[in-house]
């Protein structure tokens, strides 16, 4: 039925990013912004945007504007459902998209209850190395890429789901999405620290009005780490000067870091933290 | 040395002075801060030299960081323990981190002490 379909090709083509994005956008009356198909289907906002781009110029996808933001939905055509159905599989097209497992970084799945945002899952396993070096692609004109980390360094566990599931993580959806040149520079700075720390380091996360999506353009990049412990500060410090200088000077920002131990991250209540919580986002 | 400049080099003598101080008697946020203030008041000097005058912490960093660490006219690790203090600084509010220890905020300090020797020097030469 769809042999030499040039539309049947392009989706059941190799990419796997592709058939992600149409799984994401599989409901008719889902409609995202780039950042956020970005974050379900588990790929940088470069790759993302490239393949949005095709899926639009095949008619697969609508793409709408409102203001400054840009919406993504599955068209409405007859051949886009049908294609988007049989990417997705029986009783997909009837479920709830934000209830089912959605490829992160991680390997995590998106809460049920925050359709726009997937909560901050650190993309610190192993399994996720090849997916942080694309993630670690420049997001911007005029970025440099990431240097990933070096074979056979080592790198963070896991992290828990207790880090993830940090009290009030993401539990209010931010009316913005983060900031592009924040995620990156956060992202340059994720893979320039994790061999230093390993296991010791559980989770990265950028916060503040880039997260937000409030940023002027000489706001600070605020990055927060969640570590096994937080006993001497400086030491903490030292381990990331370098490259947060080196950051900070290549991008004439201030990249400003802030460590927490897990205990703290999951447990505290007083202060700037709870807030933080919601407005973090995963590196 | 232009008056400002040798009143910002005063003004961060009596910072890192303070902050001595407040390591024995008022706790190691406090020397952070205070540590962390005279590290801007120091770079706020060397800046002077070029007819700079930022003010907001980030404008002061980025500045500094542009004109003297990128350049090499100072030791460029100065300009990380710059950040390192912004940094401290901030954690030092324990609004977000935990309280801060005292080995940090006296490495903030002794850092802010050699800061001022190597601005002073700078100042001396080119201001």
Same mark, same amino acid.
């Given at each position: 039925?769809?042999?030499?379909?040039?539309?049947?090709?392009?989706?059941?083509?190799?990419?796997?990013?592709?058939?992600?994005?149409?799984?994401?956008?599989?409901?008719?009356?889902?409609?995202?912004? *780039?950042? @956020?198909? !970005?974050?379900?289907?588990?790929?940088?906002?470069?790759?993302?945007?490239?393949?949005?781009?095709?899926?639009?110029?095949?008619?697969?996808?609508?793409?709408?504007?409102?203001?400054? !933001?840009?919406?993504?939905?599955?068209?409405?055509?007859? *051949?886009?459902?049908?294609?988007?159905?049989?990417?997705?599989?029986?009783?997909?097209?009837?479920?709830?998209?934000?209830?089912?497992? /959605?490829?992160?970084?991680?390997?995590?799945?998106?809460?049920?209850?925050?359709?726009?945002?997937?909560?901050?899952?650190?993309?610190?396993?192993?399994?996720?190395?090849?997916?942080? %070096?694309?993630?670690?692609?420049?997001?911007?004109?005029?970025?440099?890429?990431?240097?990933?980390?070096?074979?056979?360094?080592?790198?963070?566990?896991?992290?828990? !789901?207790?880090?993830?599931?940090?009290? %009030?993580?993401?539990?209010?959806?931010?009316?913005?999405?983060?900031?592009?040149?924040? *995620?990156?520079?956060?992202?340059?700075?994720?893979?320039?620290?994790?061999?230093?720390?390993?296991?010791?380091?559980?989770?990265?996360?950028?916060?503040?009005?880039?997260?937000?999506?409030?940023?002027?353009?000489?706001?600070? /990049? %605020?990055?927060?780490? /969640?570590?096994?412990?937080?006993?001497?500060?400086?030491?903490?410090?030292?381990?990331?000067?370098?490259?947060?200088? %080196?950051?900070?000077? @290549? @991008?004439?920002?201030?990249?400003?870091?802030?460590?927490?131990? @897990?205990?703290?991250?999951?447990?505290?209540?007083?202060?700037?933290?709870?807030?933080?919580?919601?407005?973090?986002?995963?590196? | 040395?232009?008056?400002?400049?040798?009143?910002?080099?005063?003004?961060?003598?009596?910072?890192?002075?303070?902050? &001595?101080?407040?390591?024995?008697?008022?706790?190691?946020?406090?020397? =952070?801060?205070?540590?962390?203030?005279?590290?801007?008041?120091?770079?706020?000097?060397?800046?002077?030299?070029?007819?700079?005058?930022?003010?907001?912490?980030?404008? +002061?960093?980025?500045?500094?960081?542009?004109?003297? =660490?990128?350049? &090499? &006219?100072?030791?460029?690790?100065?300009?990380?323990?710059?950040?390192?203090?912004?940094?401290?600084?901030?954690?030092?509010?324990?609004?977000?981190?935990?309280? +801060?220890?005292?080995?940090?905020?006296?490495? =903030?300090?002794? &850092? =802010?002490? +050699?800061?001022?020797?190597?601005?002073?020097?700078?100042?001396?030469?080119?201001?």
């Amino acid at each position: 039925m769809f042999e030499n379909n040039a539309t049947t090709d392009l989706v059941m083509g190799r990419s796997s990013v592709r058939r992600r994005i149409l799984t994401v956008l599989a409901q008719p009356e889902t409609r995202l912004h *780039l950042r @956020e198909i !970005q974050r379900r289907a588990g790929t940088s906002p470069g790759t993302a945007s490239r393949e949005l781009g095709r899926l639009v110029a095949a008619g697969l996808i609508e793409r709408e504007a409102e203001g400054n !933001q840009v919406y993504f939905r599955g068209a409405s055509t007859p *051949l886009a459902t049908m294609l988007r159905s049989l990417l997705a599989g029986p009783g997909t097209l009837r479920s709830n998209p934000a209830a089912r497992p /959605v490829p992160t970084a991680a390997g995590a799945s998106p809460r049920p209850s925050q359709p726009h945002r997937s909560p901050p899952i650190a993309s610190t396993s192993a399994s996720g190395a090849a997916q942080s %070096d694309e993630r670690a692609k420049p997001a911007h004109p005029g970025a440099t890429s990431a240097t990933p980390p070096a074979a056979g360094t080592a790198r963070a566990e896991p992290p828990s !789901q207790a880090i993830a599931e940090a009290p %009030d993580v993401a539990a209010t959806v931010p009316t913005s999405p983060p900031d592009e040149l924040g *995620l990156t520079i956060a992202a340059r700075l994720a893979a320039r620290i994790r061999p230093s720390y390993g296991s010791r380091l559980l989770g990265i996360f950028l916060y503040g009005a880039r997260a937000r999506g409030e940023a002027r353009p000489d706001s600070n /990049v %605020d990055v927060l780490l /969640v570590l096994d412990h937080v006993d001497r500060y400086c030491d903490e410090l030292g381990l990331t000067s370098a490259a947060c200088a %080196d950051l900070s000077q @290549e @991008e004439s920002l201030v990249v400003s870091r802030v460590f927490v131990s @897990e205990t703290a991250w999951r447990n505290r209540a007083d202060g700037q933290l709870p807030a933080i919580r919601k407005e973090a986002v995963a590196i | 040395m232009t008056p400002r400049g040798a009143q910002l080099l005063e003004d961060a003598d009596r910072t890192i002075a303070s902050a &001595r101080d407040e390591l024995e008697t008022q706790g190691a946020a406090v020397a =952070a801060q205070s540590a962390s203030a005279a590290m801007l008041t120091l770079a706020q000097a060397c800046l002077e030299v070029d007819g700079l005058a930022p003010t907001s912490p980030p404008a +002061i960093c980025v500045a500094y960081g542009e004109r003297f =660490a990128r350049t &090499r &006219r100072l030791y460029s690790v100065y300009f990380r323990w710059l950040l390192d203090s912004a940094d401290l600084g901030r954690a030092s509010s324990g609004q977000i981190a935990s309280s +801060i220890d005292s080995d940090s905020a006296a490495t =903030a300090v002794e &850092r =802010a002490e +050699i800061f001022r020797d190597a601005v002073e020097l700078f100042l001396e030469k080119n201001g």
